[in-house]
């Protein structure tokens, strides 16, 4: 069983930056690949980002590449996306997810655990 929890959501002006945070319960945590995904208003909820096990590699969204970063700390059970240069088109509700798979994965199917989401706002 694992709990997420996200946290560090807001309104920013465009270009902005905003750091996201996930806060995981259970002792599965390091044994999982973490993934962020978002749900902009009247569309489906979309990859973002994901993470190995280790923290060692990750895998981004062409939309994001470049802009975001995904990190995770084991020790502390938490899963951290940094999010710079900031567009109107970010806008939607942020979730963290635990994969069930082995490896990263940008499939939304692959993911069994999910956070109660956050609202970022990004204004132009």
């Known amino acids: 069983q694992v709990q997420l929890v996200e946290s560090g959501g807001g309104l920013v002006q465009a270009g902005g930056s905003l750091t996201l945070s996930c806060a995981a319960s259970?002792?599965?945590?390091?044994?999982?690949?973490m993934g962020w995904f978002r749900q902009a208003p009247g569309k489906e909820r979309e990859f973002v980002a994901s993470?190995?096990?280790?923290?060692?590699?990750?895998t981004y969204a062409d939309s994001v590449k470049g802009r975001f970063t995904i990190s995770r700390d084991n020790a502390k059970n938490t899963v951290t996306l940094q999010m710079n240069s900031l567009k109107p088109e970010d806008t939607a509700v942020y979730y963290c997810a635990a994969a069930a798979t082995l490896v990263r994965s940008s499939r939304r199917d692959d993911y069994d655990y999910w956070g109660q989401g956050t609202q970022v706002t990004v204004s132009s």
């Open positions: 259970g002792r599965t945590f390091s044994s999982r690949p």
């Open positions: 993470i190995s096990r280790s923290g060692g590699s990750t």
